[in-house]
């Protein structure tokens, strides 16, 4: 049983019960530290500070209630697992009441005994993970909003300063759900124009026949419906910025006339007479890959180096490596001052199937997913069954081993194992040694020989 080396206070009266707990714990590779009584246990705490306490309900003076109760009005973070020569149900959901983790009854069970420990330590790592985010979340790890310390993040971030600092138009490209609206807000916000508006308009969500008066605007009478004077996008963004999403779906024919009016800084009304000048920064964003739209006649070439000056390219939420547990615990605060709920934070096995996934529909499916998860938890942790569906049903793009009986080494299939898990794992060794519960050393170890004799397996 591999373990980090963790101190443990055992508190019997039972002198021959503290040398068989203590010769038992040290074999598992625990420091021990004892006590005969609560007045002993508490100068142990005092010295020593251990990080689980194991305690005897039965005890001279105070009992391990009281104790149990003491310990966890000065440190409810500390584990304790009481034990008893004399347990019933009623004792048992007292003290998990009163916030023991676990309850053992006498003779101890070994694989009871370490099933508790191992759930201890679990819960002590899961916390002190999420309490690292948290502060990472405190310290703002990102920029202007966006969360992220990803590599692909970081030139991301220096892109939108290095544009914060200029008037230059700007595309933003990026699959579904990327962020790109937040990009422009940030640039908006960072840049001298912070004062003026933020403008957004959805090319791909306006009937063809009504995008030209929402971009221009229109006069009253203009056309049918036309009650009154209706001020375009580009007039309401006057001073500000205007996001123009997913430009590669504007009408083509509109495109040539979007073009001038980029240029000339001059609109004019649908059923207009007069052109009225407007200050505007353009930034624009399309889901689409740029080149095929461009080769496809979907985004005009002239068009799109008039929009192009800077590219920024926002990765995939798959590329991101390392940014999924910042932004699920950004979306568990965010979910929980909404929703009024109390989540801590994702159990370790939910937080590998989260990092596992391949979101296809990047930061908005995570956080859609997180926002479920949050109000279906309503409080303390949320478990793998909590999450949609879709991620507990296994996908077909997961990989698999296939095994010939009588056919098959065990090499052989040790090696695919590992092999396949590395590529699952991005090559995070790490990663796929807790998988496959083997130690990082064996991993590289294995690797090495694959390389020095692939032929062997």
């Known amino acids: 049983m591999q373990l ?19 010769v038992r714990l040290e074999d598992w590779g625990y420091e021990v530290i004892t006590a005969a009584d609560a007045s002993e246990a508490q100068v142990a705490l005092e010295m020593g500070r251990p990080s689980v306490v194991l305690a ?34 009623d004792l048992a959901v007292e003290a998990m009441k009163d916030g023991a983790e676990d309850f053992l009854t006498k003779p101890i069970e070994t694989e009871k005994l370490q099933a508790a420990l191992k759930a201890v330590l679990a ?31 970081m030139e991301v971030f220096a892109m939108v300063e290095l544009l914060a600092e200029n008037e230059a138009t700007a595309i933003v490209t990026g699959a579904s759900g990327t962020g ?17 508006p933020f403008v957004a308009i959805n090319c791909a969500a306006i009937p063809e026949g009504l995008i030209e008066s929402e971009l221009f605007g229109h006069t009253k009478g203009a056309f049918t419906g036309a009650a009154q004077l209706r001020r375009g996008r580009f007039e309401l963004a006057d001073g500000g910025v205007l996001l123009l999403d997913e430009i590669a779906d504007m009408p083509v024919n509109l495109q040539t006339k979007f073009l001038r009016i980029l240029e000339e800084g001059r609109v004019r009304r649908v059923g207009g007479s007069r052109d009225v000048e407007f200050d505007v920064r353009v930034v624009a964003s ?43 615990q950004a979306f568990i605060r965010e979910f929980n001052q909404k929703h009024g709920t109390r989540v801590e934070g994702v159990r370790a096995d939910t937080m590998a199937l989260l990092e596992a996934h391949h979101w296809p529909g990047n930061v908005r499916e995570l956080r859609n997913a997180m926002e479920r ?18 991620l507990r049903a296994p996908r077909n793009g997961d990989p698999t ?18 092999l396949k898990t590395l590529k699952h794992v ?21 690797l090495k020989r694959y390389e020095e004799d692939p032929a062997e397996v």
């Open 286 to 328: 399309t889901n689409r890959p740029i080149d095929e739209a461009v080769q496809r006649g979907l985004l005009r070439e002239d068009l799109y180096f008039r929009l192009a000056v800077f590219e920024i390219r926002l990765p995939e939420l798959k590329h991101r490596d390392g940014d999924i547990p910042l932004l699920v």
């Open 373 to 390: 998860a949050t109000i279906v938890a309503r409080e303390g942790w949320i478990e793998t069954g909590q999450l949609p569906l879709f």
């Open 123 to 153: 819960d002590m790592s899961l916390k002190k993970r999420v309490a690292q985010l948290d502060s990472q979340l405190e310290n703002k790890p990102g920029f202007a909003g966006m969360i992220g310390r990803s590599e692909a993040m």
């Open 426 to 446: 991005k090559n995070n060794k790490a990663e796929a040694a807790r998988r496959l519960d083997l130690d990082v050393k064996t991993i590289r170890n294995k």
């Open 401 to 418: 081993i296939t095994i010939e009986i009588g056919e098959t080494t065990a090499e052989q299939v040790e090696k695919e194992l590992i």
């Open 180 to 196: 790109k609206e937040l990009v422009a807000r940030s640039i908006h916000a960072l840049s001298r124009r912070s004062g003026g």
């Open 4 to 22: 980090d080396v963790t101190t443990i206070l055992v508190v019997d009266d039972d002198a021959t019960m503290r040398e068989v707990l203590t």
């Open 56 to 89: 005897d309900i039965v005890l001279p003076g105070m009992s391990g209630l009281d104790l149990l109760r003491h310990l966890k009005a000065d440190d409810p973070d500390r584990p304790v697992i009481l034990m008893t020569g004399h347990g019933t149900v």
